[in-house]
């Protein structure tokens, strides 16, 4: 069975500090990673995935994650951030085997709070 | 940007009340999926949709869900008769075909259920 455990509930950093988000995953086949983003009273915003290929991807609004195999890891970074990043933050899983209808598995979200 | 589409933003119901939450997911997806978010908790997967048919559920979607897309359009949720533990934001997602794993589930705004 998939799963997604996010460790922290909340994530307090400074503005223009690194921000880091953890995720750690458990999936029987390849794993389809993401990261998705909820600001108050909005739905989900879809930031990065991981496929295949690379291990450090971009995405949306100067994020970045890093899949880690040999950790099952795959935290959400940010060199330097802003208030404007102040959100939920979702880690999912899909697993990637032939057949399965694409579903993602949530993580239970961490909050992250960036002060001025 | 397409976007997918959801109403009403917010139903307020009496217990036993059967509800209709309705989705217009993005026009060339053909994997439509609904998710709940209970205030504060995590995105709980309720069930997936392919080619007219359910192709995955939860636990969660019991006897009480169905799911139906009547007219090529809109893709809809109906809970039979509303407990107040239904209460939770309900989001729908709906993501392209392809052999690869690789697209994204792009979710509407949810639309809030409060049962009285």
């Known amino acids: 069975a998939q799963s997604v455990a996010q460790p922290e509930d909340q994530v307090n950093v400074a503005e223009g500090n690194p921000l880091t988000v953890k995720c750690t995953y458990s999936?029987?086949?390849?794993?389809?990673l993401f990261w998705y983003v909820q600001y108050p009273n909005r739905g989900l915003q879809f930031l990065l995935k991981y496929i295949t290929g690379d291990n450090l991807v971009k995405g949306s609004y100067g994020f970045e994650a890093e899949f880690n195999k040999s950790q099952t890891s795959f935290h959400l970074k940010k060199p330097s951030a802003l208030v404007s990043d102040s959100a939920l933050y979702f880690c999912?899983?899909?697993?990637?085997?032939?057949?399965?209808?694409?579903?993602?598995?949530f993580g239970q979200g961490t909050t992250l709070q960036v002060k001025p | 940007e397409p976007e997918v589409t959801q109403t009403p933003s917010h139903q307020v119901t009496q217990m036993g009340q059967e509800v209709i939450l309705r989705c217009v997911p993005i026009s060339n997806h053909l994997y439509f999926y609904w998710y709940r978010q209970i205030l504060g908790q995590k995105v709980e997967f309720l069930v997936s949709f392919y080619n007219n048919e359910i192709s995955e559920k939860s636990e969660i979607f019991d006897d009480q869900f169905s799911v139906e897309r009547p007219d090529g359009s809109n893709f809809t949720l109906k809970i039979r008769s509303t407990k107040l533990e239904d209460s939770a934001m309900y989001f729908c997602a709906s993501r392209r075909t392809g052999s690869s794993g690789a697209n994204v589930l792009t979710f509407g705004a949810g639309s809030r259920l409060t049962v009285l």
């Open positions: 999912a899983v899909r697993d990637g085997g032939s057949g399965n209808t694409g579903k993602l598995i």
């Open positions: 999936v029987s086949g390849n794993p389809y």
